[in-house]
């Protein structure tokens, strides 16, 4: 029914609302994350501005809100469209959160943790390779974009396959292209050479 799904999406929005870096930075250097670098508050900017646990505690919150209102919406209404739902509003909340003005993330570690709610084996099947474009190039926002496509592909091949439902792989799909577009600015940076690797500083942003 339309009004499960609406519920579903209300409840992911909310949940994704909750900016894990924003209280983190406040908590453990009184900064408002979104002063400095790329004035977001997912964790590759808690990565360049906060300590490593804090980064730690950013992706558990992060993963752990998406990954709860998948959870929520599969309990109370059984159902992958509203699952799938509640995961593209916990993506919405993380980027455009209520709380902040519509002031967030990326929607990189908000829309895994939906995908590991929806899949935890496929899910962390995608995790190796994020790790090694990392290791391999240091560039945080290579790694988003690459694989928000990946899992997009994997999730899709699993529908085709009867392995999941559509729903999960319209989500994948629908969230991809929203990172992508999300890390423009990245992606030209990376092609002019430009673009921050880990462990740089990110500078305070000026008004």
């Not at 439902?165 to 992508?180: D, E, S, T």
């Not at 992606?187 to 921050?196: A, D, K």
Request: zero cysteines; proline letters at 3%.
């Amino acid at each position: 029914m339309a009004w499960q799904l609406i519920v579903a999406a209300v409840i992911g929005y909310l949940l994704g609302s909750i900016p894990g870096g924003y209280v983190m930075g406040r908590l453990t250097r009184g900064i408002d994350v979104r002063d400095f670098g790329s004035g977001k508050t997912g964790a590759t900017n808690a990565l360049r501005t906060l300590s490593l646990w804090a980064v730690l505690s950013v992706l558990v919150i992060d993963l752990g809100k998406s990954a709860a209102a998948v959870s929520i919406a599969r309990v109370l209404f059984d159902d992958a469209w509203a699952q799938a739902l509640a995961g593209m509003g916990a993506v919405a909340g993380h980027v455009w959160p209520v709380w902040l003005g519509f002031r967030g993330g990326r929607g990189v570690s908000a829309a895994y943790g939906s995908l590991l709610a929806m899949n935890p084996l496929a899910s962390l099947v995608l995790l190796p390779i994020a790790l090694l474009i990392i290791a391999v190039t240091r560039y945080m926002s290579l790694m988003s974009v690459s694989m928000a496509p990946i899992a997009a592909v994997l999730f899709l091949a699993l529908a085709l396959a009867g392995a999941l439902p559509y729903a999960y792989a319209g989500f994948a799909i629908v969230a991809a292209a929203l990172i992508v577009v999300l890390h423009h600015d990245n992606i030209r940076r990376l092609l002019s050479g430009t673009e921050r690797k880990i462990g740089q500083k990110e500078p305070q942003r000026t008004a």
